[in-house]
């Protein structure tokens, strides 16, 4: 089950809000109010873990006795993609 981050909705400017965690399946509804206080709260968006890769990298083995190899000059090792 994934955690999620609330925080407590603040009245006024000199109120500081509360965040909690809490475990809950993916198809529950979002919290509305806090468990313990009784407080409105909204779910806080957080970052995750993000994988970037610069892009795909393939690799073509290429039959050069084939006549489609000899045509386009694959066999003499010309780097066009």
């Given at each position: 089950?994934?955690?999620?981050?609330?925080?407590?909705?603040?009245?006024?400017?000199?109120?500081?809000p509360?965040?909690?965690?809490?475990?809950?399946?993916m198809?529950?509804?979002?919290?509305?109010?806090?468990?313990?206080?009784?407080?409105?709260?909204?779910?806080?968006?957080?970052?995750?873990?993000?994988?970037?890769?610069?892009?795909?990298?393939?690799?073509?083995?290429?039959?050069?006795?084939?006549a489609?190899?000899?045509?386009?000059?694959?066999?003499?090792?010309?780097?066009?993609?």
């Amino acid at each position: 089950m994934p955690t999620y981050i609330y925080q407590t909705i603040v009245a006024g400017p000199s109120g500081e809000p509360r965040r909690f965690e809490q475990f809950q399946k993916m198809n529950d509804q979002a919290l509305t109010h806090d468990p313990d206080t009784g407080l409105a709260v909204q779910r806080v968006i957080t970052g995750g873990i993000g994988v970037r890769r610069n892009g795909l990298k393939r690799t073509t083995v290429v039959n050069k006795k084939s006549a489609a190899a000899t045509a386009c000059g694959c066999v003499t090792g010309c780097t066009h993609r």
